[in-house]
Every structure is written in C-alpha cells, then in structure tokens.
C-alpha cells in the first residue's frame, strides 16, 4: 500500500515538473547569444554619470520625451526576496528628450511636494490618460519600508524650460497593496496593477525567509491583478481581476482595450485576458523563451522582456557577476482572424486553470492560518477566568495537555504529555519515547481538592509507553453514568486506544486498565467520540507519519501538512470489553479529508462533527445508525483542533497564527495565540426543537468568538468544553503558561446578547483624564445603562461608574477619573438587559484635576443631560456612582463589536454572531441577560503538539 501511494506521489511530481518543462528550459538552461548584443537598426547605450542605473521601468510621456523609474538602492532593499537592508538611499525618476540636441543625456527629475522624510524605491510607472482639465497624472509603485503605496504625480511638459516637471499630489495606499509591480492605466482615476508575491520578506521570521522563495521557484499560482479606481481623496474601490497567477509581473492594456496581457515571470510566458466592464477573462497564453519581466504594447505589437538564463542573474544580483543576459521579443496577432487585438491572438491553454484551483480552494486556509490577527493581550471572554496549575512556576506538571472533557458534574479529566515536543510521531521528532504522560482529573467545585491531581493507571503495564492524546467517556445505556475513558496512546511501535474503567471512590478518581484495543488500521489517531458502550469515531490526522521509513518521513507528513493534502480520513470503530477479545471492526464512514483533527456527535446523535485543521472548517455530516453522510462545512478563521458538542453549541477551539505556534514548538517563543468560537443553529433555542440539530444548522449557521488571547495568558488553545449543570467552561492549552496564578475577572459581551440583541459598543481610541470622550455603541432596545468598569485585575466586579436612563446611541462623557485608576472598560445594557463591552482602556496622565472633585454630570452632552450625580471625592479611592440621564435620540454609531467577539451575517462563516445558553435549567435556548449568571471560563496551564 506505502508503494503505491508513494508510487502515486511520483507520478504527481513528475507530472508537476513536465508542466513546468517549459518554463524550466526557458529560464534555467543557457542560451547561445552574441556577444555584445542583436537587433535590427542601429543601438546606442544611454548613461549619466554612475546614478541612472538599476532601472526598472519605463514609458513614452510624449513623442520624444520618455520616463524611467530606477533605485541605485535595489541590491540591498528588495520586499519580496530580500535583502531589506537600507531602505534610506532613495531611488528616483528619470527624463530623456533622445531627439533632442540640446538635452542628450537623461535627468534627474524633482519630486516637488513630496515628503523629504518619505522613502522612495519606485518599480513600475503608468500614465493616465488626461482628465478632463487636460492634465495627466504619474502612478508610482513605491515600496516603502513600512508598506507599498501607490505615488500620484501631476505630471507636465513645461514650455520654457523644455524640462519635465513633477508634483506629488497624493499617496494611494491600501491592505491590498502587498506586493504591487506594475501598472496600467485604463483611465485617468482608473488602472491595472499586478501584486508578484502573495509571500513577502514584509512577514514574520522565519516565513519571510522561506515563504517567498518557495512561492517563487515551486511556480505556486499566487499572484494576482486588481482593478484600481481612486479619486481626490484617496483609494475608492478594488476588484480582483485576474487571480492564480505565478509571478504576476509586467502587465499592459492593447489600444483598442480589447486586451489585458500580463506578464507570468516564472511561467516563462504572457498570458491574455479579454476586457470588459464587470472586469476581466482569461483567453489564452504565449510561451517566450525566457523569465518574462515587463511588458508594453506599441501599436500592435506587444513587446516582452526578460531574464533568459536565471543563474547568472541571480548572480548578478548578488554581485557575484558583472553581467546578466537580456532578451525581448515582440508577439504579434494574426491579422486575418478577428477585428480586436485578442480575436486575432488568441489561442487555449488549460492545464493553468487546473493548476490554479487548488490553491485559490485553500486562500481561506491560507489567511486563517498565515496572517496575524490582533487579539486581546491577556484575554477576551463571557466570564471570569481562572488559569489553573498543579503548582505555580518550572515544576508545574499539568501542561501540555491535548484534550479534556467533563466525567460528572463538578469534576473534568484531562490527556497531558509533558514529554510532547520530543515525541510526535506524525511531523516529529521521536525522541523520548519512554517518558510517559499521564491522565490528570480536577475537581473545581470541591473545596478541598482544588488543585488537579494525576490519576493513577492500575493495571497498567508499567514498562509499556503511554503518550495520551484524544480521550472520551462511554456511558452505559441505562443510567448513563461513565463507565470506561478511553484513550489514545502514541506508543513507540504502534498507536493504540487504552480502555479503563472509570471509579469514583471517596470523591476521588480510579483509573483500571481493562483492555488495550490495536488494529492495522490505527495509523494516526487523534480524537476519539463514543457513540454506545461499544463503539466510538476515531479520526486520523494523517496518512503519512513519521514512523516511515527514511527519506519518507522527513518529506511527506510535512507535504501532506502544508499542501492541505485530503488524505486523512474518520473510522467507525466497534469493539469487545472483556472478556470480549478487543476490536471487532472498523470501517471508514468519511474520508478525503485534510488533517481530520477533532471530532464529536450532537446531543441527538443527528451529527458528526470534524474538524479539518489544515482546511480551518468543520465538517458536518448527516448521522444514521451505519451512514454516514457529507452535508455541509463551516468555516473557522484559525486552524481548528477539537471540538466539543454543549448543548445546542459547538465548541471549536485552535490556532489562529501557525508561525507562532510553530515557533513555540519549536522553542524559539514562549507562546502562541489561542481562539475559541461557538457554531450554533441561527435560531437557537427554536421552538421547533423536533427538528434534529443538523436540520437546523442547515437554515443558518451563526459563528461567534467566545474566548481570544494573544498567548501571554494563555497559550494555543487546543480544545475547550463545557460542564453545563455548573456553567462553566474549560480552554484546554497547547503550552502551559505558567503566567497568573490568581483570578482574572473580565466582563465581556455575551455570544447569546449578541446574537438576540445586536448589541455592539466600540472601545474609545483614548482616554485623558480630565478629558472629554464620546463613547459611542448601537442597539434599538433604549433606554440604555453605560458602565465604566474596573481593570480585570480588579478584585472587584462593581461598576466604577454608571449612566442610566439613555436613550440616545453616543454619550460624550468627562472622564472624572484619575489616571492612577488603571485600565477601565465600558459596558452598554439595553431595555431587555442584553449587555455588550468594550475592550480595556488606559486613562492617560493629565494635570487637569478639576473633574475629579465635580460631579460626573458635567461631561454630559446637551442630548443626553444628567438629572442627578454623585460626586467624587477622593482620587485614588471610588465607590459605585450612578448617574440617571434623559435624551433625544442621536444617530447611531457605525457597528463595531469590541472584546474580541466577531458577529455578522454571514452564514456559516467567521464573523456571524451566535447564542450562549446559560440560564438555571438548560444550555440551549435563550441567555440570561445578567452578567452574573455568565459562565465562568477555566483556562487550563496545558499543551498539546503542532495541528495534532
């Protein structure tokens, strides 16, 4: 079977090479060329002095006058391959009359206007046609050393002089300016712009040094061309245009704009696309016999050139060669096929497009998973929070746990391997096999058993390995109190699933090993979901491990890893307890899945839920009692891990930034952000509630954020669970940050008030003591309660401040608070007591005092005035002070959800809202609107491995 696959493996590559024999041949194998140089007519070599070089574009500004872009500096400032030394030398802009007799030689034109603390590297220049005034503009593509903007000159022909003459009007800039190169204009506040790289050296180490090249000399298809309209004030809107382009580089608009070509560097050839006005279509593609750079049309013919052997350009670049081959070639329609430019050209090609799907199928993947994303610097939840440890520093044992679930109301065990970053038989390394992990329980309403305690494995084989990972509780059909966890151990010869039964002795947990269950088919377990007493779903993240043999299991767990290969796969497991004899069958029921990581069935058995990390989506399939079915997925904006059902909820848990936590991984950070979300049926708690939970998912999916941190209070989250008779959920850890030891209390909104109220507020971009801020927030159910509430390192939980009775959406308040306060956070109640909250703010320093002895009235605006206060008398010390307030209604302030929480509307996606049930009774249908009923979150000090 290995052979085949491997053999299977072979053949892709090759067939992958083939398709890029041409553009290897093109650009990797020398090629004859004269000595000096080859063309036409007559040639001359135009020079000033030692500063017009490096020169990366240029254009005709007028018969006669032509412009050139050029950067002395391009050897040492490069944002896409690097190196990014010395962005200070700047580059500059070049006019040459060459019929002029007077004004031979090119010159350095001024950039009047421009900022002279401004960096200047310019790569390609367009004209726009001229506006109606009759004035022309030049685009600059500027990479400057914080972002890459777009200059905008006025560019003019001045008659006493006879010189060119430049006036900086504005800077274009935007997000998806990442690594712009060149342009064409379609209109005077319209253009084309090509963006190389997806990857750039503008990335967090170590993915700027490895990205770039890899999407540079594997071909990868991520390139792209937008559509780019601006006016006076700035960037007005971009479209994608063209997408799944490898090296999208020069790019130019026929004359009849009938035609956008655009240039494929590393494909080795240009590539057509027909115009028109909803944006662009690809046609066909012309091979050229080199790396093709920039491109131009003149007249009817489209000019390219490029780099025809790569080695010695690279060298060049490196300065370890004077000199690098050039060529151009012209690409001529035939004229007797059609009336436009691309009539007459065009011709098919379809293995690009094939190429490009896959990749454009994983861009979601790629930003959940690749891009940093501004997350709370402790943490943002419903609740208080607690981090729990076995003891405070280095001899903490409770770590790097990788699951955990609730064993009865009041107590949770949980699977941790200490020894895990040594030991991971998927990507590895395989280190340490014989030191163990171990299973941990916790009792975290009991008053004398606080801390969490290992459990001891009786029966156990003392010599044999046990590398917990996934682990699940069966129930027995008739009482459902658990009866036997099972456990997935990643020994050193085999994986395997331990059963124990389960005791509880004098409010203490017993562990008995019953049975160890192995199976041919045990490849790379994961996450474990019992269905019956006898019977669960076993996922397996890989097809590809690290106990291969060598070379293989360096190369393909990694390229199954990072190409999101479809090989993992989920098995129905049954088997015998004793004395039955073990595992009596397995059978796949979903397969093609890419790293299928944690799984788990709803409350009515309607569902299997899995989580695919490396997609960052959750799959959800129909459940029978022997079919299973594919219906539908939701996506995530982080590489999921675990799942866990609570109630009507799914809890999905992982890792919103990978290079962070591979890095932790790998030792080289101390931490790795963590992401929690909620994915609930959009009318949760429906009156309908025959309908099974699959049913009701498939009317709506709304995702919510529950629990962000940025790692520095906890760390790559990996799982999370609920206990739903004490309200209380766990965030089990990747890495155990041992950072806080005592309680953190941290009012925030509510999954539920947001999805039932649309409550939002947003967080002040400042506070000033003394000072005046307009705290802004949107809802319809007035009149409102707007708190101002202590740091979450507060003891207290009381409001500092509270205004009630409004009935506006702004509230301009004078912050009668001193700075020695700390961080505050507002929050915003309606009428039907939903609440939503803002993100902590720090009062800054001020030597204005006078507020802090009036009443808390005075900051009130003229819509919303104060009818009674209280004062403040004492700077360092407050009591609760509330404030009643009536108003008129003002226009509502622009939706902006603080606290890490993401509503919105989309369905099944990242940024819908959702709904937490928490009231006395039951876990799924509507919230309690009271904060005080909010469910507590325990962060776990525990850990897990890289996308296990």
């Given at each position: 079977?290995?052979?085949?696959?491997?053999?299977?493996?072979?053949?892709?590559?090759?067939?992958?090479?083939?398709?890029?024999?041409?553009?290897?041949?093109?650009?990797?194998?020398?090629?004859?060329?004269?000595?000096?140089?080859?063309?036409?007519?007559?040639?001359?070599?135009?020079?000033?002095?030692?500063?017009?070089?490096?020169?990366?574009?240029?254009?005709?500004?007028?018969?006669?006058?032509?412009?050139?872009?050029?950067?002395?500096?391009?050897?040492?400032?490069?944002?896409?391959?690097?190196?990014?030394?010395?962005?200070?030398?700047?580059?500059?802009?070049?006019?040459?009359?060459?019929?002029?007799?007077?004004?031979?030689?090119?010159?350095?034109?001024?950039?009047?206007?421009?900022?002279?603390?401004?960096?200047?590297?310019?790569?390609?220049?367009?004209?726009?046609?001229?506006?109606?005034?009759?004035?022309?503009?030049?685009?600059?593509?500027?990479?400057?050393?914080?972002?890459?903007?777009?200059?905008?000159?006025?560019?003019?022909?001045?008659?006493?002089?006879?010189?060119?003459?430049?006036?900086?009007?504005?800077?274009?800039?935007?997000?998806?300016?990442?690594?712009?190169?060149?342009?064409?204009?379609?209109?005077?506040?319209?253009?084309?712009?090509?963006?190389?790289?997806?990857?750039?050296?503008?990335?967090?180490?170590?993915?700027?040094?490895?990205?770039?090249?890899?999407?540079?000399?594997?071909?990868?298809?991520?390139?792209?061309?937008?559509?780019?309209?601006?006016?006076?004030?700035?960037?007005?809107?971009?479209?994608?245009?063209?997408?799944?382009?490898?090296?999208?580089?020069?790019?130019?608009?026929?004359?009849?704009?009938?035609?956008?070509?655009?240039?494929?560097?590393?494909?080795a050839e240009v590539r057509f696309y027909s115009l028109h006005s909803?944006?662009?279509?690809?046609?066909?593609?012309?091979?050229?016999?080199?790396?093709?750079?920039?491109?131009?049309?003149?007249?009817?013919?489209?000019?390219?050139?490029?780099?025809?052997?790569?080695?010695?350009?690279?060298?060049?670049?490196?300065?370890?060669?004077?000199?690098?081959?050039?060529?151009?070639?012209?690409?001529?329609?035939?004229?007797?096929?059609?009336?436009?430019?691309?009539?007459?050209?065009?011709?098919?090609?379809?293995?690009?497009?094939?190429?490009?799907?896959?990749?454009?199928?994983?861009?979601?993947?790629?930003?959940?998973?690749?891009?940093?994303?501004?997350?709370?610097?402790?943490?943002?939840?419903?609740?208080?929070?607690?981090?729990?440890?076995?003891?405070?520093?280095?001899?903490?044992?409770?770590?790097?746990?990788?699951?955990?679930?609730?064993?009865?109301?009041?107590?949770?065990?949980?699977?941790?391997?200490?020894?895990?970053?040594?030991?991971?038989?998927?990507?590895?390394?395989?280190?340490?096999?014989?030191?163990?992990?171990?299973?941990?329980?916790?009792?975290?309403?009991?008053?004398?058993?606080?801390?969490?305690?290992?459990?001891?494995?009786?029966?156990?084989?003392?010599?044999?390995?046990?590398?917990?990972?996934?682990?699940?509780?069966?129930?027995?059909?008739?009482?459902?109190?658990?009866?036997?966890?099972?456990?997935?151990?990643?020994?050193?010869?085999?994986?395997?699933?331990?059963?124990?039964?389960?005791?509880?002795?004098?409010?203490?947990?017993?562990?008995?090993?019953?049975?160890?269950?192995?199976?041919?088919?045990?490849?790379?377990?994961?996450?474990?979901?019992?269905?019956?007493?006898?019977?669960?779903?076993?996922?397996?993240?890989?097809?590809?491990?690290?106990?291969?043999?060598?070379?293989?299991?360096?190369?393909?767990?990694?390229?199954?890893?990072?190409?999101?290969?479809?090989?993992?796969?989920?098995?129905?497991?049954?088997?015998?307890?004793?004395?039955?004899?073990?595992?009596?069958?397995?059978?796949?029921?979903?397969?093609?899945?890419?790293?299928?990581?944690?799984?788990?069935?709803?409350?009515?058995?309607?569902?299997?839920?899995?989580?695919?990390?490396?997609?960052?989506?959750?799959?959800?399939?129909?459940?029978?009692?022997?079919?299973?079915?594919?219906?539908?997925?939701?996506?995530v904006p982080f590489a999921v891990d675990n799942l866990a059902f609570?109630?009507?909820?799914?809890?999905?848990?992982?890792?919103?930034?990978?290079?962070?936590?591979?890095?932790?991984?790998?030792?080289?950070?101390?931490?790795?952000?963590?992401?929690?979300?909620?994915?609930?049926?959009?009318?949760?708690?429906?009156?309908?509630?025959?309908?099974?939970?699959?049913?009701?998912?498939?009317?709506?999916?709304?995702?919510?954020?529950?629990?962000?941190?940025?790692?520095?209070?906890?760390?790559?989250?990996?799982?999370?669970?609920?206990?739903?008779?004490?309200?209380?959920?766990?965030?089990?850890?990747?890495?155990?940050?041992?950072?806080?030891?005592?309680?953190?209390?941290?009012?925030?909104?509510?999954?539920?008030?947001?999805?039932?109220?649309?409550?939002?507020?947003?967080?002040?971009?400042?506070?000033?003591?003394?000072?005046?801020?307009?705290?802004?927030?949107?809802?319809?159910?007035?009149?409102?309660?707007?708190?101002?509430?202590?740091?979450?390192?507060?003891?207290?939980?009381?409001?500092?401040?509270?205004?009630?009775?409004?009935?506006?959406?702004?509230?301009?308040?004078?912050?009668?608070?001193?700075?020695?306060?700390?961080?505050?956070?507002?929050?915003?109640?309606?009428?039907?007591?939903?609440?939503?909250?803002?993100?902590?703010?720090?009062?800054?320093?001020?030597?204005?005092?006078?507020?802090?002895?009036?009443?808390?009235?005075?900051?009130?605006?003229?819509?919303?005035?104060?009818?009674?206060?209280?004062?403040?008398?004492?700077?360092?010390?407050?009591?609760?002070?509330?404030?009643?307030?009536?108003?008129?209604?003002?226009?509502?302030?622009?939706?902006?959800?603080?606290?890490?929480?993401?509503?919105?509307?989309?369905?099944?996606?990242?940024?819908?809202?959702?709904?937490?049930?928490?009231?006395?009774?039951?876990?799924?249908?509507?919230?309690?609107?009271?904060?005080?009923?909010?469910?507590?979150?325990?962060?776990?000090?525990?850990?897990?491995?890289?996308?296990?």
């Amino acid at each position: 079977m290995v052979v085949r696959v491997l053999s299977i493996v072979v053949v892709l590559l090759a067939w992958y090479a083939w398709n890029l024999k041409h553009a290897i041949q093109a650009q990797l194998f020398p090629k004859n060329l004269p000595p000096l140089f080859s063309a036409g007519q007559k040639c001359e070599l135009v020079k000033e002095g030692n500063r017009f070089k490096f020169c990366e574009d240029g254009l005709v500004y007028a018969p006669g006058i032509s412009v050139f872009s050029c950067d002395p500096g391009r050897h040492e400032w490069n944002t896409v391959m690097g190196p990014m030394r010395n962005p200070s030398p700047r580059g500059g802009l070049w006019a040459l009359h060459y019929n002029s007799t007077t004004t031979g030689q090119p010159y350095f034109l001024e950039l009047t206007n421009f900022p002279t603390d401004a960096d200047f590297h310019p790569l390609g220049i367009e004209i726009t046609p001229a506006d109606s005034t009759g004035t022309s503009r030049l685009l600059v593509v500027n990479h400057r050393r914080e972002n890459s903007t777009i200059e905008v000159f006025y560019i003019r022909h001045d008659q006493a002089s006879k010189l060119v003459t430049l006036e900086h009007e504005m800077t274009l800039t935007d997000r998806a300016f990442v690594a712009p190169n060149a342009m064409a204009a379609i209109s005077p506040n319209s253009f084309i712009l090509s963006h190389d790289h997806y990857f750039t050296r503008r990335m967090a180490w170590p993915l700027n040094v490895i990205l770039p090249p890899l999407e540079t000399f594997l071909v990868l298809p991520l390139g792209q061309v937008d559509l780019v309209t601006f006016d006076p004030t700035g960037v007005r809107q971009i479209q994608t245009v063209a997408r799944n382009i490898p090296f999208a580089n020069g790019v130019a608009v026929s004359k009849d704009k009938s035609t956008l070509a655009i240039a494929s560097t590393t494909r080795a050839e240009v590539r057509f696309y027909s115009l028109h006005s909803g944006g662009a279509k690809w046609v066909s593609s012309a091979r050229v016999p080199f790396s093709v750079d920039n491109i131009a049309f003149a007249g009817d013919r489209l000019l390219a050139a490029g780099h025809p052997y790569l080695p010695e350009f690279m060298a060049l670049v490196k300065r370890k060669s004077n000199r690098a081959p050039s060529y151009v070639v012209e690409i001529t329609p035939q004229a007797d096929h059609g009336d436009t430019w691309l009539a007459r050209s065009a011709h098919s090609d379809v293995i690009i497009a094939l190429l490009a799907y896959h990749v454009w199928n994983l861009k979601h993947a790629i930003q959940a998973q690749l891009v940093p994303k501004q997350l709370p610097p402790l943490f943002s939840a419903g609740g208080r929070c607690e981090l729990i440890q076995e003891r405070p520093g280095n001899d903490n044992r409770f770590k790097l746990c990788e699951d955990g679930l609730v064993l009865a109301p009041g107590i949770a065990i949980f699977s941790c391997d200490p020894g895990r970053r040594d030991w991971n038989t998927v990507i590895g390394p395989m280190l340490e096999p014989g030191r163990r992990g171990g299973l941990w329980a916790l009792h975290y309403t009991s008053t004398t058993t606080e801390k969490p305690y290992p459990l001891e494995l009786i029966n156990f084989p003392t010599d044999a390995d046990f590398r917990p990972l996934g682990i699940d509780i069966t129930a027995t059909d008739s009482t459902r109190t658990p009866s036997r966890l099972l456990v997935i151990n990643h020994g050193r010869h085999r994986p395997t699933v331990e059963v124990f039964r389960i005791q509880l002795e004098l409010n203490v947990v017993k562990l008995t090993h019953e049975i160890t269950l192995a199976h041919p088919s045990f490849v790379s377990p994961n996450a474990i979901a019992v269905i019956s007493p006898n019977a669960f779903f076993l996922s397996h993240d890989h097809y590809f491990t690290n106990r291969m043999s060598w070379p293989f299991n360096r190369i393909l767990p990694w390229l199954e890893t990072f190409l999101s290969l479809p090989l993992g796969r989920v098995d129905l497991v049954l088997f015998e307890a004793p004395p039955g004899t073990g595992v009596s069958n397995v059978r796949t029921v979903a397969s093609n899945i890419a790293c299928a990581n944690g799984v788990a069935v709803s409350a009515d058995g309607s569902t299997l839920a899995i989580a695919s990390t490396s997609r960052a989506e959750v799959l959800l399939y129909s459940k029978h009692e022997k079919d299973v079915k594919y219906v539908s997925s939701v996506r995530v904006p982080f590489a999921v891990d675990n799942l866990a059902f609570a109630g009507d909820q799914l809890l999905a848990a992982g890792h919103p930034y990978i290079p962070e936590l591979m890095a932790l991984v790998d030792r080289k950070s101390s931490r790795a952000p963590s992401y929690v979300t909620t994915i609930a049926p959009r009318l949760i708690g429906s009156v309908d509630r025959e309908e099974s939970w699959l049913a009701r998912i498939a009317t709506g999916a709304n995702v919510t954020t529950i629990f962000t941190s940025d790692g520095s209070f906890l760390s790559s989250s990996s799982g999370a669970f609920v206990d739903l008779e004490t309200k209380i959920m766990f965030v089990v850890a990747l890495y155990g940050a041992a950072m806080f030891t005592k309680p953190f209390a941290l009012l925030f909104a509510t999954a539920a008030a947001l999805s039932v109220s649309g409550l939002s507020i947003d967080t002040p971009a400042g506070l000033t003591q003394c000072g005046t801020v307009e705290v802004k927030w949107s809802g319809k159910k007035s009149p409102f309660i707007l708190s101002v509430l202590p740091s979450c390192e507060s003891d207290s939980e009381d409001p500092l401040l509270e205004f009630t009775g409004v009935n506006a959406t702004s509230y301009k308040w004078t912050v009668n608070l001193p700075s020695s306060t700390g961080p505050i956070a507002f929050a915003i109640t309606d009428s039907d007591g939903y609440e939503a909250y803002t993100e902590e703010v720090v009062i800054k320093q001020s030597d204005n005092t006078a507020c802090l002895s009036a009443a808390s009235s005075s900051g009130a605006t003229p819509s919303a005035t104060a009818t009674s206060a209280a004062s403040v008398s004492d700077a360092d010390s407050f009591a609760r002070t509330t404030v009643s307030v009536s108003s008129t209604p003002v226009p509502s302030a622009p939706v902006n959800v603080g606290a890490g929480l993401n509503p919105g509307t989309g369905s099944g996606s990242e940024g819908s809202s959702s709904s937490f049930k928490d009231t006395q009774t039951q876990a799924n249908s509507a919230v309690a609107p009271v904060a005080s009923t909010f469910a507590s979150v325990i962060g776990v000090a525990a850990a897990f491995v890289i996308l296990f």
